[in-house]
Each structure stands twice: as structure tokens, then as C-alpha cells.
């Protein structure tokens, strides 16, 4: 029976701070590289909190804040970057935030890597 999602071979709280850390990464830095399974598995995420970003009201606020770890870059949070930048930006648009770009094979184990940035 299909669940719907990946485990990525790890445990459920390792696999939901992975997902929080890349998450938040993607906000900070708009395009992050990473093997295609968890990039599927983030782009899930990140599409969701970017609609709650797009509702900008505080219950929103603190949904997101609870996936969207406090990590900044030059005294912006990514929640604060998700909501005053992010938020605004796809006001208009329905869905498909992100994209994925397959990039080839890592060297170490062949892995299938992924870039997953902000459209």
C-alpha cells in the first residue's frame, strides 16, 4: 500500500528536521542542491508554506513558523523572508513555486542530483 510520501531511509524525526533544515535553507538562499528524492519530498513542503505565505494573516504566520526553522542571513529571518518577500511575490500565481533540475549523478555513489529552486 502506497503511503504517499518517502521515508528517505531515516526515522520520522529525523526525516521531518531534514525536511524542516532544507525547508528553511530554500527561503534563505532561493536554489538549493540536493539528490532528486528529497528535493521531490521538499518541493511538497515548500509549496504549501509559500500558499500560507500568500494568506500573509498571523494564524499563517504561526503554522509556518512551526516547519520554517529561525536561521538568518544579513539580519533576515527565512519566515520573515517567506512572508514579506516570497508571499507578495506569488500573490498572483497558482501553485508551481518551485522547479527541479536534474543535474546528473553524484560522483561518490551515483546518486541523481537535483537542483530545486524558486521559480
Known sequence: M????SKLNRRSDNRHALIR????QLFLHGRIETSVIKAKEIKRVAEKLIT?????????????GQTV????????TALQKLFKEYGPKYQDRNGGYTRIYRIGNRLGD?????ILELV
Open 52 to 64: 500560507l505565505a500568500k494568506r500573509g494573516d498571523l494564524h499563517s504566520i504561526r503554522l509556518a
Open 69 to 76: 526553522r529561525d536561521l538568518s542571513i544579513n539580519d533576515q
Open 21 to 24: 533544515d532544507l525547508a528553511t
Open 2 to 5: 502506497a503511503r504517499g510520501y
Open 110 to 114: 551515483a546518486c541523481p542530483m537535483a
